[in-house]
């Protein structure tokens, strides 16, 4: 199987651009796509919640519910303002595109560098998260969970640079099905519970130790770690384009439908965590939270908690789909702006932009390594970049309804002011939480990121200048001088001394001398096959190639600053692979050091080796 059959095999069938419109999703499958990371992020919100709360004791563990109640509602005051947001940009309204259009260009690459710092963690902590299921369904695999996040993140790499459309069929899947097994269990726990009236199931109690006092200070830092649980709620906001028509319709629709589906998640986790006195701690984690209340509230019953969490496990391993589609999307906006390398905004043979995809999964595969796939050493790292969005999207929204001021503005202004100061004060409460915890990474990050695209717009608006137009004189054309480098005279030289003579007529053949006693032969040969072109023989004596001709070229460029120097490679191609090492291949290096020499142009003249036929090996002869 050839190169391009393999890629048809693992990536399908190349698209073409018309049919970009076809790969639009509907909202069905629109959710997984663009959901699958906030809703999966209810299976680590109330573990954070209890971790933060176990510092103070067993005695703090009844506010997870009240603080979950007010994480719903900050889920609610976001939704509806990112609704807003949705209706006024149905072009795509990321947080960039706003703040950037509404606030300044600053603030919008601060916007961009906090989406594309969030991506990258979602990936990380989603699949560790995920792996973190498994290695509670099965303890025996913990000792190989970086491993196992690389390989989960290979995998959805692959499935994203399939395309949009395929990667949502496929994800489909593991969405509903978590869906149906958590809500299900949430039913049933308080059926079960207030209904019919069977007695709680008693989980053993880990022996924990207060190290704090239950405090403002402590509800506060649980409360930033729960928040973890909005993460991803922006996605749809970012990847309006990708809904089929009306796109700002359905795209609002699936918006509303996921905050529902979210909040009634994290409530019923959390509730059914507080009811059955579920303690997850630091030195007692190996079991996941969600796999405690599942154990809880199905009586210790291996079957039904095992399927709550692979539902979990799998979801988790593919929320991180939500950063592969937006990831990409933000890369090429960003790309298209100058901000970012043009590769990025490339769309690739499926109609995704691959180079956007490959990167997510390089930098997200580095950061579980970093971090040896722990869980709770990546989340405090997570939620500065997400609410730094938050914050900065609505603010610019406030600013568009101030320069609009259309139907509505007043109250449309209100609600993104109030999304606005409350992602404002979460922002301010995390940075304050979980900066000394390793947030203070991300923080250096994002400047650092700023800093690099502020440098790649100067870098492109510099030639940009240098290649315009505007007030440019042609300069007359200028003189051409040819130098053929040659090794030795056979085949593979006469098509390029063709060539030279066809562009110029002051051409010269230059040779390295790095062995003295074959240059008798060379000049013999010359005389020959030379066709009266002067020989330039270059001493060597330390048998350094391209060191004697880069300083030639310089010289010659010396002696005639107006001409333009071409440099001549001859190159023969063999007919396998593998026949490439059995030869020096200096005119890689030859091309390289020298096309750095300004007013050079340097070209290589190929000759085709021809297949060997079978009769030149009789009696073992090789062929002449």
């Not at 959901?35 to 919100?45: E, H, I, M, V």
């Not at 989960?152 to 509903?176: C, D, H, M, Q, W």
């Not at 207030?194 to 130790?209: E, K, S, V, W």
């Not at 928040?227 to 918006?255: D, H, M, W, Y």
């Given at each position: ?8 095999v693992?990536?399908g ?20 796509v663009f ?15 209890l971790l ?9 563990l ?31 309204g ?58 989960v ?9 399939r ?29 079960s ?24 200070a ?6 930033a ?39 009634s ?6 509730y059914l ?22 154990r ?6 291996e ?8 539902a979990?496990?799998l ?11 937006d990831?990409p ?27 956007g995809?490959i ?5 997200s595969?580095?950061?579980i ?27 610019g929204?406030v600013?568009?309804w101030l ?55 100067q ?46 007529s002051?051409?010269?053949a ?12 060379l ?10 072109i ?17 300083e030639?070229?310089r ?7 107006r ?6 490679v ?18 890689v290096?030859?091309?390289?050091f ?7 142009v ?23």
């Amino acid at each position: 199987m050839n190169w391009s059959a393999a890629r048809r095999v693992i990536f399908g069938t190349p698209l073409p651009t018309e049919e970009a419109a076809h790969q639009r999703l509907p909202k069905i499958l629109a959710l997984p796509v663009f959901a699958s990371d906030a809703l999966s992020s209810s299976a680590y919100a109330t573990q954070e919640i209890l971790l933060n709360l176990a510092l103070a004791g067993t005695v703090a563990l009844h506010v997870t519910l009240p603080i979950t109640i007010a994480i719903a509602m900050l889920l609610a005051v976001v939704t509806i303002s990112y609704i807003q947001t949705v209706h006024a940009y149905p072009s795509g309204g990321g947080a960039y595109i706003v703040a950037s259009e509404n606030l300044s260009r600053q603030m919008g690459l601060l916007a961009a560098a906090a989406l594309l710092t969030d991506y990258i963690l979602t990936v990380a902590v989603s699949v560790a998260s995920g792996v973190q299921q498994v290695t509670s369904l099965l303890p025996e695999l913990t000792q190989f969970t970086v491993p196992l996040c690389i390989l989960v993140i290979l995998f959805v790499t692959l499935a994203n640079l399939r395309g949009v459309k395929e990667s949502g069929v496929l994800f489909a899947f593991p969405t509903y099905f978590f869906l149906i097994s958590v809500l299900g269990m949430i039913v049933w726990g308080v059926v079960s519970r207030h209904i019919l009236g069977i007695p709680p199931y008693r989980l053993p109690q880990p022996p924990i130790q207060a190290t704090t006092a239950l405090s403002v200070a402590l509800v506060l830092k649980a409360f930033a770690s729960g928040c973890s649980a909005l993460t991803g709620v922006e996605a749809i906001s970012n990847g309006v384009q990708a809904f089929r028509p009306p796109e700002s319709k359905n795209a609002a629709q699936t918006l509303t439908a996921m905050a529902v589906l979210l909040g009634s998640l994290v409530l019923g986790i959390s509730y059914l965590a507080q009811a059955n006195h579920v303690v997850y701690a630091h030195g007692y984690d190996q079991e996941s939270a969600i796999s405690l209340v599942a154990r809880a509230v199905f009586h210790n019953n291996e079957t039904l908690r095992g399927m709550v969490l692979v539902a979990t496990a799998l979801i988790l391993l593919i929320a991180a789909n939500t950063s592969f589609a937006d990831f990409p999307r933000l890369s090429s906006i960003l790309a298209r702006d100058g901000f970012m390398p043009r590769q990025l905004s490339n769309l690739g043979d499926r109609l995704v932009y691959s180079n956007g995809i490959i990167l997510l999964g390089v930098f997200s595969s580095l950061l579980i390594v970093a971090f040896h796939g722990k869980t709770d050493r990546l989340i405090p790292l997570y939620a500065v970049g997400v609410f730094l969005a938050f914050t900065l999207s609505q603010a610019g929204m406030v600013r568009h309804w101030l320069k609009l001021r259309g139907s509505g503005w007043h109250w449309k202004a209100v609600i993104n002011g109030l999304g606005a100061t409350a992602t404002g004060i979460v922002l301010i409460v995390v940075l304050i939480e979980k900066t000394l915890e390793g947030a203070w990474i991300v923080v250096i990050i994002i400047p650092v990121m700023i800093w690099m695209m502020d440098k790649v717009y100067q870098h492109y608006q510099y030639m940009r200048s240098q290649l315009s137009l505007i007030g440019y004189e042609p300069e007359p054309p200028s003189p051409h001088t040819v130098l053929v480098l040659i090794h030795d005279v056979h085949r593979g030289v006469i098509p390029a001394l063709n060539y030279a003579r066809e562009i110029a007529s002051d051409v010269r053949a230059v040779h390295i001398e790095v062995n003295p006693q074959h240059t008798p032969t060379l000049k013999m040969r010359w005389e020959q096959w030379g066709d009266r072109i002067p020989l330039v023989i270059i001493e060597s004596p330390y048998r350094s190639l391209v060191g004697p001709i880069v300083e030639y070229v310089r010289q010659v460029k010396a002696d005639h600053p107006r001409h333009i120097v071409t440099v001549v490679v001859p190159e023969f191609v063999v007919t396998r692979w593998w026949q490439r090492i059995l030869h020096a291949n200096s005119a890689v290096l030859i091309k390289l050091f020298v096309a750095n020499i300004p007013g050079v142009v340097v070209t290589n003249v190929r000759y085709y080796l021809k297949p060997p036929q079978a009769s030149a090996y009789t009696n073992g002869a090789p062929p002449r």
